[in-house]
């Protein structure tokens, strides 16, 4: 039997203190069409109940893992304890790909500060310039860029001035974070911080003409798995330009010359909406969000990029790729779906992904019953048109808001008013996002920063064919019978985005949720085996 969701709610509440489960009670929502596209208001963006074991990571994940750490050449100096410094090194699986053996590629290296106690007394800030000066003797980096950790904001180092003085004495671009993990309530508050800085240092700061007709970039595709890669390759077979991506398989020429780019396209709103607004405002470059996750998604995408630059040759390639990549998608999607059709899903990742992969399930049949953000905001959930009543609380307040105004010389509209209300017309909703929930189907839960105990109860009422997560949890999962896809990494698969992205997950899932071998797992707190293991050992 289908299970009420609203019982459902009540269960998982009535495991919390009184005033814990009030407050828990606003981040947990039944889905709902209302009027006029509406969907009912979820709590996010707050802090994780003390004790609760939550999905999320921190400020400086965030700033460092997510958004900068992709760049293969700027190099990356962990300002912290050696603790915080091994996951300045490759903990999260974004490719890169050099042009030639000159190219640098910084991303293989760990490079920390190494705190000490000393540091941590007396200041760090001398250990910081030694170890500035010692990178820059050994790799000659384009850029140098310095994350803070937690112990740094404490004992107060401004690693601002530091970079300040190291830009002049070295000659190359030094800039700092205030990245410190406890900042915010999640990585997302790290988001914010890198946007900030990156446009602030970056972005505009290469003049380069690009002489190209269909310019664009490609925010918030972070090529894990090899998914920008995919993506790459179909801008090139369109004859779109791909001037800089924000960040994967990226480099720093690139960011400081995507200025000079018509179009941002959006693919991660909650990582980079930021970067995507502020060069609105001060080059006048519009923004849509795009999901290239989904072969309809994809599609869809190319197809608005091509009306946006209204040009029939353009539209023309888009068509013609489109329907070339769909013979192979469709007959794929055919034979999975007589094994998947009916099947259910729960996806609890991050920001952006917990939607966007509800429409590769779709197109495989599968549904999706429960699915969550770990640190998205309201908007993600409900949709940009929140946005003005989203109130800013103490935690949010902490981060630096920067006031963008439009460049006194390079201010230039892309596109005049009357084209941009043709092409919303048109249906290419400039500067919108709809978010995850109008998207999802009625009565399906919907759980901000979802909690772990949370999860086994939900695994256990609903017993989903596929839990979707990362590797913290993927294990708890199995070990009570249920297949893990981890949508952070891919486990070791990939790449999901695009057409051929596609078809390699349709295959994946559909061996992962009709192989027979779950039914065999029992967990070991299931059966009275633990105890005769202990006899054995004596
Ligand atoms: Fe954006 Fe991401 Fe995500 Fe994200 Fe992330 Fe990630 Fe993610 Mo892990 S930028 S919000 S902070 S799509 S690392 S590539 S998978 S939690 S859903």
Known sequence: MKPNPHTVKEQLLSAL?????????????????????????????????????????????????VVIGPTRDILSITHGPIGCGFYSWLTRRNQ????????????????????????????????LRAAIEEAYELF????????????????????????????????????????????????????????????????????????????INLLGEYNIGGDAFVIEHLFERCGITLVSTFSGNSTYDAFANSHMADLNAVMCHRSINYVAEMMEKKFGIPWIKVNFVGAEGTAKSLRHIAQYFNDAELTERVEKVISDEMTDVLK?????????????????????????????????????????????????????????????????????????????????????????????????????????MPEMEEGALVIDDIYHFETERLLEIYKPDIFCAGVKEKYAVQKAGIPCKQLHSYDYGGPYAGFRGAINFYNEIDRMVNTKIWQYVQAPWETAEELEMEEIAS
Not at 21 to 50: F, W, Y
Not at 180 to 205: C, D, M, P, R, W
């Open 332 to 436: 794929t999607q055919f034979a999975v779906g007589a094994r998947c059709e009916g099947k259910t899903a729960m996806l609890f990742v991050g920001g952006s992904r917990a939607h966007h992969y509800q429409m590769l399930f779709a197109e495989m049949g599968m549904k999706t019953v429960a699915a969550g953000y770990e640190f998205a905001h309201r908007d993600d959930y409900e949709g940009r048109r929140v946005l003005p009543s989203i109130k800013v609380d103490a935690d949010s307040r902490n981060i630096e808001q920067l006031e963008v105004l439009p460049d006194e010389t390079r201010y230039m509209p892309r596109r005049g008013p009357d084209e941009l209300v043709q092409l919303q017309a048109a249906g290419v909703d400039v500067a919108g996002y709809q978010g995850m």
């Open 96 to 127: 890169t790909r050099p042009e030639g053996p000159d190219d640098a590629n910084y991303i293989p290296y760990c490079l920390s500060t190494d705190m000490q106690d000393e540091q941590i007394v007396f200041g760090g800030e001398k250990k």
């Open 17 to 65: 203190p009184k005033k814990s489960a009030r407050k828990r009670a606003d981040q947990i929502v039944v889905n709902e069409h209302l009027t006029d596209g509406a969907v009912p208001e979820i709590k996010a963006n707050v802090r994780t109940t003390p004790g609760a074991i939550t999905q999320r990571g921190c400020t400086y994940a965030g700033c460092k893992g």
């Open 140 to 215: 000659h980096p384009k850029a140098i860029a310095i994350f803070s950790t937690c112990p740094v904001g404490l004992i107060g180092d401004d690693v601002h001035s530091v970079a300040r003085d190291m830009k002049e004495k070295l000659g190359i671009n030094v800039f700092g974070f205030s990245c410190e993990g406890y900042k915010g309530v999640s990585q997302s508050a790290g988001h914010h911080i890198a946007n900030n800085q990156l446009f602030k240092h970056v972005v505009g700061t290469n003049e380069t003409p690009r002489p190209e007709k269909f310019k």
